[in-house]
């Protein structure tokens, strides 16, 4: 079987990693948050001019937010508010009522009726946008998922949630399988040293994932806000999410093993140049797939539990430099 440079290899999952996964996994997200940005500049609000149809300006704001959960927000006429914001409910700004930031509906719609005013952007997730063309708006339209509403009448908003962080999930395994079967095919060397070492070095592995994790995220930290964090957090955020998703193919493989026990994987030899071949490999990621999958299902309880278990894969990934060594504790079995 024809071998390639691992350079290569990784360059390609850099690639696909940053075009498939855009940052999405959680471990990413939280030290992405770490990432410098620019402080907003505030710009105070002017005083408001008399709407058509009042004789009188509108009073200011004072800054009151309005927050309902599971019922309407109604901004009545003459009254000012900073926020209007309905979560499983609707936003209506009656005639000559002001919004001074924005309105937002979650699994609602949102109505602006003549001359009611948003300086703000108008953001309806789960819901439409209705505008009077008297209306005015000082920022955006914004409808996500106008679909969603339908869903969420059916389903509430924590079996909705549910449903969609289900597909998240989803989602992420069926990439995950994409690239083990790339790296099965590609290096399988490398992924059945990862595995290996997971195998025979459980705790170390989540040790090693653990402390990868806390020193990324400590770096990110220390480094925020300076111009080489500019530049080094988002190289730092690249590799972390490289690693985490070699490390959920190496956590599906080692579990795949494990239900495979009468049959398990050879153990990969430090100074071995044969290529192993792929097939049970990619049998062994296939099964440890469908046990996540199912794993995801559970709510709260799953989603944290695939977080600890690919841990354990991403530790492998760092002791094993990738798959270019083993740990030298690591021996081969006798007899």
Avoid: C
């Avoid at 505030?42 to 927050?67: C, F, K, R």
């Avoid at 994790?213 to 806000?225: M, P």
């Amino acid at each position: 079987m024809k071998r390639y440079p691992v350079k290569l290899v990784l360059l390609g999952l850099v690639v696909a990693g940053w075009i498939g996964m855009g940052g999405v996994m959680g471990m990413v997200g939280m030290v992405g948050a770490q990432t410098p940005v620019p402080t907003p500049i505030p710009v105070p609000i002017p005083t408001l001019a008399p709407s058509p149809g009042l004789s009188e300006p509108l009073p200011q704001s004072d800054t009151v937010q309005q927050i309902k959960i599971g019922g309407d927000t109604i901004v009545n006429p003459g009254q000012v508010v900073e926020q209007a914001v309905a979560i499983r409910g609707n936003v209506m700004v009656k005639s000559n009522g002001y919004v001074t930031d924005q309105a937002v509906a979650i699994g609602g719609n949102i109505t602006l009726e003549p001359n009611a005013r948003v300086d703000g952007d108008v953001v309806a997730i789960g819901g439409q946008i209705m505008r009077d063309p008297t209306a005015r708006l000082g920022g955006q339209e914004i409808a996500v998922f106008p679909a969603l509403q339908g869903i969420l009448n059916r389903f509430g908003v924590f079996g909705t949630l549910y449903l969609v962080n289900a597909m998240i999930y989803w989602t992420m395994l069926i990439f995950t399988v994409i690239v083990g079967i790339f790296l099965a095919l590609l290096l399988p060397r490398h992924l059945q040293r990862m595995g290996t070492i997971l195998r025979q070095n459980s705790f170390q592995s989540g040790v090693w994932g653990v402390g990868g994790f806390l020193a990324t995220l400590l770096v990110s930290t220390l480094l925020s806000g300076s111009l080489l964090g500019m530049l080094v957090i988002p190289v730092v955020n690249l590799l972390l999410l490289i690693a985490g998703l070699v490390g959920g193919v190496v956590t599906a493989i080692w579990l795949g093993d494990k239900a495979l026990s009468r049959s398990p994987l050879p153990f990969a030899a430090e100074n071995s140049l044969s290529q192993p071949p792929p097939q049970p490999l990619i049998q062994r990621l296939l099964l440890g797939m469908l046990f996540l999958a199912i794993l995801s299902l559970i709510p709260i309880v799953g989603g944290l539990l695939l977080a600890i278990l690919n841990l354990f894969g991403f530790g492998a990934v760092l002791q094993s430099r990738f798959g270019s060594r083993l740990a030298h504790r690591v021996e081969s079995p006798v007899g």
